[in-house]
């Protein structure tokens, strides 16, 4: 069996190409080495979709230039570790992405849409710069968003690499993919890690106090923002009124159920809870109703 000992399979983590060149490598990461910029807990945490706004995100890839491997000598049947150069890189295959989700690659070095070259030859090939550019329509990401706090989309890209040459096998192993060298049981690698996250809210967006005072079919929520305490008002209802608190998570942080005849007035006490944005989703006859409430 073939093992990759120092395989850095970080480039491209997410894609196919779809188009040529739209992204632009930040100079920032021009001397970084070898891997994927900003790193995967960055992404996942200043790099999310937001239901209802157009997702555009661009991500730096420094690719992979030599790499040892071992393996086992087909003609002496004993152990070997061999130094491998590259000269290229691609995708052969992406999950995880959500549907209305599309991609594209760029560089300097990109070749047929979807492959970066590294320069030079021999053992003398070089990394270099490229970036990954990731896109959706509001409506996209919408779909892909949860009703309130978040859905995580768990990423995975098979990365594959051609080798220039090899210091050993090199008749066996030069010109060929990764995933060609299945005598060696060598493959394409996964990739895992990245996580797209895709919100219903914001959770750093400031919601102006109008904008959150709800008067929708005779549902008022005053005031908000609160230091604790919401005064929630339904006129001209009765019946079984419920409603459930989310935090951006997504998690329940709040419930309550009381019966409603003829309108009501009930407060709502967050006194207990952090600071921040949250979701309330009202459940009455009439229907369901969602309101911010901003918790001081």
């Excluded at 060929?176 to 005598?183: A, D, I, P, R, V």
């Amino acid at each position: 069996m073939m093992k990759h000992l120092l395989l850095f399979a970080f480039i491209a983590t997410f894609v196919q190409s779809t188009a040529f060149g739209q992204c632009t490598p930040d100079p920032q990461y021009a001397n970084a080495g070898p891997g994927i910029y900003p790193d995967s807990a960055t992404f996942i945490t200043t790099m999310y979709a937001v239901a209802g706004t157009d997702y555009d995100e661009v991500l730096d890839v420094k690719t992979l230039a030599d790499t040892a491997v071992t393996t086992v000598n087909p003609i002496s049947g004993q152990p070997m570790t061999i130094q491998i150069w590259h000269n290229a890189t691609r995708i052969n295959s992406m999950d995880g992405l959500p549907a209305g989700f599309s991609y594209s690659i760029g560089g300097a070095t990109v070749d047929n849409d979807s492959t970066w070259l590294n320069t030079g030859s021999g053992q003398n090939v070089a990394a270099v710069q490229g970036c990954l550019q990731i896109t959706a329509s509001a409506s996209a990401v919408s779909a892909a968003a949860p009703v309130t706090g978040y859905t995580d989309y768990p990423l995975t890209a098979l990365t594959d690499y051609r080798i220039e040459e090899a210091d050993q096998l090199n008749s066996l192993l030069a010109g060929k993919w990764h995933s060609e060298l299945t005598q060696f049981s060598v493959d394409a690698t996964p990739i895992t890690g990245f996580v797209l996250r895709v919100y219903a809210v914001d959770p750093n967006t400031t919601v102006a106090v109008a904008d959150l005072i709800s008067q929708t079919d005779g549902i008022t929520v005053y005031p908000n923002p609160s230091a604790g305490e919401f005064n929630l008002t339904i006129k001209e209802m009765n019946g079984l009124v419920s409603y459930s608190v989310y935090d951006t998570k997504g998690s329940q942080v709040h419930y309550n159920s009381f019966v409603v005849q003829n309108g009501v007035q009930e407060t709502l006490n967050l006194s207990e809870l952090p600071a921040g944005l949250y979701t309330m989703v009202l459940n009455t006859p009439a229907g369901h109703f969602t309101q911010k409430l901003v918790k001081q």
